[in-house]
């Protein structure tokens, strides 16, 4: 926890994959204040059909390098939501050259009682963590 | 935003698929009363092992042709919401010849500050939408 | 209602989603109380690379046999949900060999205005369920 489900175009390697990945778990990292292996990403890739993102007129161009990231989280406050938002775009651009009209990102929450990360306990309710 | 996530069988062609996307595209604009980019669509297809749908004893009959569309999307009224239902189907029925039991639809609320549709900025607090 | 992504490493035959699927309903209709036929799963499949599922620090190992599972519901109780989380390890676990360790679940919550199980109708809001 966080969740993210990070959508893109086919086409990256696993190396460029790769360093998608990490750029987004250093940017949580520094935004939320997460552990280190609090790390959980799913990739999900599509073709140009199967994925489009618009602007709502904001006059942001999109290319095939865009990158959607849907973040899963218990409440986090508006200043770290915004942060996250500034570092990913920032972390993407240093390390994968994807330009920050590129990057766009959502995030749902959820509460403490909504995540069991194995074992079948709520780690957040047992003081696990 | 909103982010519509549609999850359909394999089999459809590329204008098939086109044809759908932008069906719920306009009872996206008509329901929510969105700007015309406001588009943003994830499709995610599955063979019928992977996407077990029934109906929770509704007698609702499901085909090849099924249709889940889980939006995400800031608050919006219960009434804009059944719209969508309504001009969801509707839209899809007339354009596509999909039965109106063949499309379900879930939806998830997040608020203003989630949204970030690039720059690393989030739009609708920055006061840009 | 419930809806269920499930993501999973590729390798597994149909046969053995199907045992999966089936045992995480088996889960939901004990835990939830849902009706038998409200059962609407998806999966997800993915290479090593497109799903990095680490622990949190719990000390948790993760195999090829992981299995996560994000739940989209209407409002549960925390007993419910812990139910759920402990019955669908165990299921997984005596039906499929996977082991509790590989089990991680999240769950978001939605509301009764936020479900069309079909026909453009909202059936909690119509009295139908």
Do not use: N
């Amino acid at each position: 926890m966080p969740l993210l489900r990070v959508d893109v175009y086919e086409g990256r390697s696993d190396e460029q994959l790769k360093a998608v990945l990490d750029a987004l778990h250093r940017a949580m990292l520094a935004a939320f204040g997460v552990p280190a292996r609090d790390r959980y990403q799913i990739v999900h890739e599509h073709s140009p059909s199967r994925m489009i993102m618009e602007d709502t007129g904001l006059d942001i161009p999109r290319t095939a390098s865009f990158v959607f990231v849907q973040v899963t989280t218990r409440p986090r406050s508006r200043e770290m939501k915004e942060t996250f938002y500034r570092l990913a775009v920032e972390e993407l651009e240093k390390s994968c050259g994807i330009a920050p009209s590129d990057v766009m990102i959502d995030m749902v929450t959820c509460s403490d009682e909504d995540w069991s990360f194995g074992l079948g306990r709520a780690q957040f309710l047992t003081g696990e963590l």
